[in-house]
């Protein structure tokens, strides 16, 4: 009984963390830049689409992203009372999956914002008129951006995460195995990540009027939030082979939920951390704004 | 040190970087051995393509004013200072006039130099 009520306990923090606590931050820092950096005074920031009425429709997305986490947030205290009425209680038979299935359900609504953000930046590099560009004179270097010691431990956790399954697992490498598995998704999830830094480090400028110093804040974040996020996974991985090993299984939906919610910290969190918004440079998306 | 191209400016954008370069070692705004960012960087920075960058780095390394040290990246030439202020245009076109002097002193027309030197120019005459 004490398993699942801390069950009930940690979920109930997934649903607040991830479908309350970060976006109503996100709404906040939204409706901060609208209000202290208005269309009018800041157009550079709001391109137009065709006669839309930027400030109305930057409103319009932060109220559809609201709603959707009202209704996920509902969603889950649905779940919660649904597991009650029908005497919810995991034993280790797969019961996890509802907590995957919500924890993306929770995470849609992000990752429909990511996707307009990549919009909105490409209509701002559309709407760039200016015939000046520029760029700073010094490398961007990997551990400009994060410390040895972070990267390190991400590497030394990774190897640890691989070398217990290997060890759990008599290190017999089966293709049908799940360890197989395991190493080719780690692998896939860690080439992405690979590429996401050098795309944001090296590649073109997504945002074509931020100021040096804010694109180099926000690669600091990128990296920041990727080291991080794979440090979790790795920790994730060691507990969740722990607990197949030691046969404790019904604890699978706790450890999944508090991975998620270790994900929305390293990964949302840091982001909110890392970028401060009173030190980013919005003169630059005044109309007569310097070069 | 932040450096501006204009991408309708009538100098080439080759130019512009190679100037710009130059300008900031002069003016101490970068200092001996101080890395550069890598071509990709730049060009991708600048919004630019990679051959542009690339030809005004072979420039400013023919002209000393920045080295490349293998993997290690590109740095500012330890003489690069001196090296800016040498103006290879300048000489080019001191040594072009006084060989067009010579040239028209000995009775050669404009258009003679012209279709010679365009032939030089091209390797049809050697």
Known sequence: ?291 | MEIIIDIEGSVPLFAQLIEQIKQAVLNDKIMANDPLPSIRQLANDLDLNNKTVAKAYRLLERDEVIQTKGYRGTFIHPNAKVNSSVDLNALVLTKLNKTIDTLRKEGVTDSEIRIAFSDVMNNRIS
């Open chain 1, 1 to 291: 009984m004490p398993d699942v009520i801390i069950f009930y306990i940690i979920f109930i923090s997934q649903i607040c963390l991830i479908s309350y606590y970060y976006p109503k931050k996100f709404l906040n820092r939204m409706s901060y830049v609208i209000n202290t950096y208005p269309p009018s005074k800041y157009p550079k920031i709001y391109p137009k689409v065709g006669n839309d009425d930027p400030e109305l429709k930057t409103r319009k997305a932060m109220q559809n992203y609201k709603n959707m986490n009202i209704l996920t947030f509902i969603l889950g205290f649905v779940l919660i009372i649904m597991a009650i009425y029908t005497d919810y209680s995991p034993k280790g038979e797969g019961e996890e999956t509802f907590v995957v299935f919500y924890a993306m359900i929770q995470f849609f609504p992000l990752f429909l914002m990511e996707l307009s953000e990549f919009k909105h930046l490409k209509r701002m590099r559309q709407a760039n008129l200016k015939t000046t560009r520029t760029a700073v004179l010094k490398p961007r270097r990997f551990f400009n951006f994060i410390s040895p010691f972070a990267f390190s431990l991400a590497v030394i956790m990774l190897t640890a995460s691989i070398s217990y399954d290997l060890y759990v697992n008599e290190f017999i490498l089966e293709w049908n195995n799940d360890i197989v598995i395991r190493i080719f998704t780690l692998t896939i999830v860690h080439v992405y990540f690979a590429v996401l830094v050098i795309w944001h480090m090296y590649g073109r400028k997504k945002d074509p009027h931020q100021a040096s110093k804010d694109r180099d804040n926000y690669v600091k974040t990128i990296v920041r939030t990727v080291v991080y996020t794979s440090i979790g996974i790795s920790l994730f991985l060691i507990v969740d082979i722990a607990v197949d090993e030691y046969n404790v299984s019904y604890l699978d939906p706790v450890i999944m939920s508090v991975y998620f919610q270790l994900l929305a910290v390293f990964g949302i969190g840091t982001l909110l951390r890392s970028s401060d918004l009173k030190t980013i440079d919005f003169d630059v998306y005044k109309e007569d704004a310097p070069i």
